[in-house]
């Protein structure tokens, strides 16, 4: 089976089995992108909503520029990795200043946040350049295809993918092939119990023909995770929660005031000790609310939360504290943010921030 009869197979296969996703019916490079930023480290699932939303919002890579990044960042809300939200934003500025969209894959890497993968996406779809997109499926497939038990995330085999890869995309509607690659990897070469009797590259792969698909390519070794106890406290002044920027768990992300806790130590001693420095105010109560897990990358973390009842503060009059300056005992007190629950969503925030407080309204509707 030559190459291009592999393509025809794949593509045939992709027209009859693909599913139907918002994205896949347009060719305007605002949408397409979108739909790539957003599938970075999402799911479709929850990407599918979202994207309309998005797009109902912010329809046009103008309107996206016009808007302001607070705005954009309430609208991103939930989805996390803020950064992907932000570069979205200063691209559309940069593309509305440029007069629209380049056409190439280099003009295309030139904006903030585009990577290989985006950038080939973007170029190959809405443009109908003929560059693979390579990522963890097409890596998969054609490890398979090929018999190559490589490192999936190793750099040389990236390109050598990218390479084999260049043959199948080639021709008419180079979107489409890519996005076929893709699919099949994530419908039919999965990485687990691939369903190689349905597979239309079945004829010509390597890894089928010696029955072991699953062994290709290479399983990356797991980083073994660690395990981190935090302790955490939900105060509220003026009917605000307290909240400081993360430099613990997700840097720039909000969240109430965080610890760690070190072996052998008491999480709410920790908490005692910890809130001045950071917060310029003293516990004067607490009450512990609950437990919680959460697990950032190869971090596990076990949290305690307390409701913490403040001692008057001056800070207390303030929304915002600026509290800078190094302490008697040489930490960096840091800016707190008092915010209402509804407004924490224009702010850059996370799973644990939500997490907290959802325990915290769980434990006030208790009382
Ligand atoms: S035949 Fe099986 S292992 Fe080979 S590409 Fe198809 S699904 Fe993957």
């Known amino acids: 089976m030559t190459d291009a009869a592999l393509a025809r197979a794949l593509l045939a296969w992709y027209r009859r089995r693909s599913r139907d996703l918002p994205w896949r019916r347009t060719r305007d490079p605002y949408a397409i992108w979108l739909s790539e930023v957003m599938l970075q480290q999402t799911t479709v699932e929850t990407v599918t909503p979202r994207y309309r939303r998005f797009l109902g ?26 950064a992907r939200a932000k570069n979205l934003h200063r691209s ?5 200043r440029a007069g629209g969209f380049p056409r190439t894959v280099e003009g295309l890497r030139a904006l903030p946040g585009v990577g290989a993968y985006t950038a080939a996406a973007v170029a190959s779809i809405a443009f109908g350049v003929p560059e693979p997109v390579v ?20 750099s040389p085999t990236l390109r050598r993918v990218r390479e084999l890869a260049r043959p199948l995309v080639s021709g008419d509607e180079p979107g489409d092939r890519n996005q076929a690659l893709m699919e099949l990897g994530a419908l039919v070469c999965t990485p687990r119990a691939p369903r190689c009797g349905g597979c239309p590259l079945r004829a010509r792969c390597r890894a089928n023909a010696l029955g072991a698909a699953e062994r290709y390519p290479r399983r990356p070794k797991r980083k073994v995770p660690t395990n981190l106890r935090l302790v955490a406290g939900l105060a509220r002044r003026r009917g605000r929660v307290l909240l400081v920027k993360d430099d613990e768990i997700v840097r720039g992300h909000l969240t109430v005031p965080l610890f760690r806790v070190p072996a052998r130590h008491r999480p709410a001693e920790v908490l005692r000790k910890g809130w001045n420095d950071v917060t310029g105010g003293a516990v004067g109560a607490f009450e512990p609310l609950g437990e919680l897990r959460h697990s950032v990358l190869d971090r596990r973390y076990v949290v305690s939360v307390f409701a913490v009842e403040e001692k008057t503060t001056s800070a207390s009059l303030h929304l915002f504290h600026d509290a800078r300056h190094r302490t008697s005992r040489g930490r960096s007190r840091r800016r707190i943010l008092l915010l209402r629950e509804s407004e924490i969503a224009r702010h850059e925030h996370g799973g644990l921030l939500r997490k907290i407080l959802a325990l915290g309204s769980r434990a006030s509707r208790k009382v």
């Open 92 to 96: 559309a500025r940069s593309l509305v």
């Open 135 to 154: 990522d963890a499926n097409v890596v998969r497939v054609l490890c398979r295809l090929h018999g190559l038990r490589l490192d999936p995330k190793a």
């Open 57 to 82: 919002r912010f329809p046009t890579v103008e309107a996206l520029a016009a808007a302001r990044e607070r705005d954009v960042l309430a609208e991103w809300s939930g989805l996390g990795y803020y």
